[in-house]
């Protein structure tokens, strides 16, 4: 009887362990079709003026760059296995890998970087890639057509090593590559009109464009593959040829015509994730763990608080003031005003109501204010876009500056078009704006907003909020 009870007690243990094993790897399945939700597809992928983060998202598993930025902020190898940096920060060598191929098997080179950067900067009319890349050798003369391209300090030497050479020092030109505008293409002529050359593209990033369908009564679909060629995934050469064990997992964009659409799909569990959602639209209606917030670290805010300040301080400005035109913004006191040292993109845990904190440098916003006397000043006037994202984040400021310094400020919010054309330095103390103020942008990417039923940690997200599809399990 003894021994009866050992064998059934000993055959239930190992039932329970096969049980336990069984249920585990059926957790840990990978997940192998993720269907996304999206409302403004970009135009083309040729030059990235369209730099909206549906945007992104696409450019960013299309196609790679030198390097990349990781969700801790940290600066990673991606085509270029390494680089060094040389003549005291004029000169960087960027080595690319051994196993890198586009998408048709076609070795990548640095000559392939080399037309990349002639391209986009041949083509660049709306300047979008001037500003970042003007500290390269002749750039500038290239721009204003008094040199050729090959006087452009761009150049490939040998097979693997692209270096480019800058004029004066930039500590964050390598933080500017990581950017997903600067992933390397190539015939651009299909990339102007991607929906209907798709096939023809050479892609270099994670994914590729399988098939685009467009039935009648249905959304617009955009089917991703993987990229059997990409250097990432599991592959090998034999006799020249590439054998891939790559995960077939498909990524399927599905492109609605409002958000709010989109948002009903998600909740009917038609959809992993939708891009870019309205705070407007998530009040009281998801749980914390289907919001995910990502943001980039280069917004700023103008204080236009000339009139508090001292009158050698205000003989100075407004002697520069009046030869400004009338209507037009003018340069007021730049303060990076939202902290995220680590460059961790994203936030989760935001609640039913509210967006998480913003978290602001106190600090540094101390010092900036110490150039101006709060004594006679009452009330201080915030002005902002009439967007649900910019005035959270005015109300954040407010209460910041309630709390820390005792100054208190009301919001005012307007359309863009009167921000744009009509605003005037009389009507605001502070301003939170995304247009250009003089020659000087101020860079607002506001809030994005992710709804999702797959727990993005960090690993998901790298530096610049960008989903990395390939990582998703």
Do not use: W
């Not at 040199?147 to 040998?158: A, L, P, Q, S, W």
């Not at 709010?260 to 009040?283: C, M, Q, R, T, W």
């Not at 900036?368 to 400021?397: C, P």
């Amino acid at each position: 009887m003894r021994i009866v009870k050992m064998i059934s007690l000993i055959g239930f243990l190992i039932f329970n362990l096969m049980f336990n094993v069984i249920q585990e790897k059926e957790t840990h399945k990978s997940i192998d079709k993720i269907s996304i939700g999206v409302v403004d597809l970009p135009d083309e992928l040729a030059y990235s003026i369209d730099e909206s983060y549906v945007s992104n998202v696409i450019m960013g598993n299309l196609f790679e760059g030198l390097v990349n930025l990781s969700s801790s902020g940290d600066i990673v190898s991606a085509i270029a296995e390494r680089y060094s940096i040389l003549d005291n920060g004029l000169t960087y060598k960027f080595f690319l890998r051994n196993d890198v191929y586009f998408s048709n098997g076609d070795p990548i080179t640095s000559k392939d970087f080399v037309k990349f950067f002639k391209e986009i900067l041949s083509k660049d009319d709306e300047k979008i890639y001037y500003e970042d890349l003007k500290n390269i050798v002749g750039v500038e003369e290239y721009y204003k057509g008094v040199v050729t391209f090959d006087e452009v300090g761009i150049k490939g030497d040998k097979r693997n090593c692209l270096i480019i050479e800058l004029k004066e020092k930039d500590d964050n030109f390598l933080k500017t590559l990581t950017q997903d505008k600067y992933s390397l293409r190539n015939d651009f002529k299909y990339l102007h009109n991607y929906k209907d050359f798709y096939e023809y593209i050479n892609y270099t990033g994670a994914y590729v464009i399988n098939d685009i369908v467009k039935k009648d009564n249905e959304n617009l679909k955009i089917i991703l593959k993987p990229n059997q060629y990409y250097y990432l995934n599991n592959y090998k050469t034999v006799d020249e040829r590439v054998y891939s064990f790559a995960d077939n997992k498909e990524i399927i964009l599905e492109v609605f015509p409002t958000r709010e659409f989109a948002i009903e799909s998600y909740k009917s569990g038609k959809l992993n994730f939708v891009l870019d959602v309205p705070y407007n639209s998530l009040k009281n209606h998801f749980e914390s763990k289907d919001l995910y917030y990502v943001y980039n670290d280069s917004s700023n805010l103008v204080f236009n608080l000339d009139e508090f300040q001292d009158e050698e301080k205000i003989a100075e400005v407004s002697l520069s003031l009046e030869e400004e035109e009338e209507n037009k913004i003018t340069k007021g006191n730049f303060i990076d005003f939202i902290l995220d040292k680590g460059d961790a993109r994203y936030i989760n845990g935001i609640d039913s109501t509210t967006l998480q904190k913003y978290i602001f440098n106190k600090d540094y916003i101390a010092k900036e204010l110490e150039k101006y006397n709060f004594e006679e000043v009452k009330m201080l006037k915030i002005v902002t876009h009439s967007d649900d994202n910019y005035i959270e984040l005015a109300r954040e400021f407010k209460d910041f500056l309630k709390d820390e310094f005792e100054i208190s400020s009301n919001i005012v919010a307007f359309d863009d078009e009167y921000i744009e054309n009509t605003l005037k330095e009389s009507e605001y103390d502070i301003l939170i704006t995304s247009l250009d103020v003089e020659e000087n942008g101020i860079d607002f990417d506001k809030p994005q907003i992710i709804l999702s039923n797959i727990d993005l940690s960090r690993n998901y997200l790298d530096g610049n909020g960008t989903i990395i599809f390939s990582n998703i399990n």
